[in-house]
């Protein structure tokens, strides 16, 4: 029996005889490559390296190479090959160890340029606990653009679950630069104070004017000690977190129906919110602040929270500002956005080398987006 296609038809139809001079479709026969057959030549290997370094997953790698050739049995390898190949070459990436290959790579970037450094902090074990590192680039920005500093931390970016902390600024075009980063054993106040001493010490003992960091009590006690000579101010943005979970309109002594009284809360803590957005950036005169503060603290149920904010009221009010050198800058935003971006493609089981070697990449991304700006910059009128 054979099928053949009447393309007048557009169907199939089904003969026990063939007849001359038509066309026939033939049925696919299923063939797989045999072991003997399969084999990675280097130009795939490059292009499956450079795949899995772009952050492409190995199935999707794989598929776009198949689609390139025009099929599976015209690639040469499989999948599974694919991710062993992958598997070797993170044995290889590991060849001395988590600590002796990260060192290597330090020594690898002191090679290309000796103005790269970094710094490990040991533990009791002499094991690494903290880890700090700056290239040449950053060293350049800080002494240029390192007056206004943000600093904060982020989790899940690597396979031991350190925290991951960096410090960024603003360049001349308000986009994002880096100014160094570290990977922590923990969050503690001695970790902090290792690490922003040797940030200074990186960058010959230069102090920003100012520093922005969440509410960390050990990163602020830190700050307070290290940072001496610099203004200490809070992220707005953490702050406003804080009052969306902390601020509570006042319960009336009366108590009507479960709905209406749920409708009148959320409407009255939406007031309180606009209130407190209100006296964080509104009001330039001192008096008019503590007014509009102390009507606002008399619709708060719960205020613990809110004495605890007044208290530092001088590192996050704007009429305690004015005289405060900040570019613009009121919360530790560039630090979620380069960390958003950096989390594009990393996942949390990378070992430490290609955790680094995924954000210098980041990094370089940043740095091209920085040159495109300026060549904009040199070409086109600035905009009024």
């Known amino acids: 029996m054979v099928i053949r296609l ?3 038809a557009e169907n199939y139809e089904v003969t026990d005889v063939a007849l001359e001079h038509n066309h026939y479709l033939q049925l696919p026969q299923t063939r797989h490559l045999l072991a003997s057959q399969r084999k990675i030549s280097e130009q795939q290997a490059f292009e499956i390296e450079t795949s899995d370094d772009s952050g492409i997953m190995p199935k999707a790698s794989h598929e776009f190479a198949c689609r390139k050739v025009g099929g599976p ?10 991710k062993n190949h992958l598997r070797s070459k993170r044995q290889r990436e590991l060849a001395y160890g988590q600590a002796g290959s990260m060192l290597k790579f330090f020594h690898d970037k002191i090679a290309e ?8 902090q040991l533990d009791c074990e002499e ?3 903290n880890i700090f590192w700056v290239d040449a680039k950053m060293l350049l920005d800080y002494a240029q653009l390192g007056d206004v500093l943000t600093f904060d931390t982020t989790f899940g970016t690597n396979k031991e679950y350190r925290p991951f902390g960096i410090f960024l600024g603003l360049n001349q075009f308000r986009e994002t630069t880096i100014f160094g980063a570290a990977l922590m054993f923990d969050e503690t106040r001695d970790s902090f104070i290792w690490l922003f001493e040797t940030f200074l010490a990186a960058h010959n003992g230069r102090q920003p004017k100012t520093i922005y960091i969440d509410q960390d009590i050990a990163m602020g006690k830190a700050i307070e000690r290290v940072f001496t000579e610099s203004y200490h101010g809070l992220c707005t943005f953490h702050i406003m977190q804080n009052a969306c979970k902390h601020l509570s309109p006042m319960k009336g002594e009366e108590e009507d129906e479960v709905e209406e009284r749920d409708e009148v809360e959320e409407e009255e803590e939406s007031h309180i919110l606009t209130d407190f957005s209100a006296c964080m950036y509104g009001y330039e005169d001192k008096a008019a602040f503590q ?9 708060v149920h719960k205020q613990t929270w809110l004495d605890s904010i007044y208290k530092v009221k001088e590192k996050w009010v704007e009429c305690y500002m004015r005289d405060v050198f900040s570019l613009g800058v009121r919360s530790t935003q560039l630090s979620e ?3 958003n971006a950096f989390k594009n493609h990393l996942k949390s089981y990378f070992h430490i080398v290609r955790f680094l070697m995924h954000f210098e990449s980041t990094v ?7 040159l495109d700006s ?3 910059a040199r070409k086109k009128l600035p905009k009024n």
């Open 374 to 376: 300026e060549f904009e």
């Open 127 to 129: 094991n690494i606990a």
């Open 291 to 299: 007014e509009a503060f102390d009507n606002m603290r008399l619709k």
């Open 6 to 8: 009447d393309r007048a």
């Open 364 to 370: 370089e991304v940043k740095r091209t987006k920085e």
């Open 113 to 120: 340029n000796p103005s790269f450094q970094y710094a490990l």
């Open 337 to 339: 956005s380069f960390n």
């Open 73 to 82: 049995l015209n690639l040469g390898y499989t999948c599974r090959d694919q």
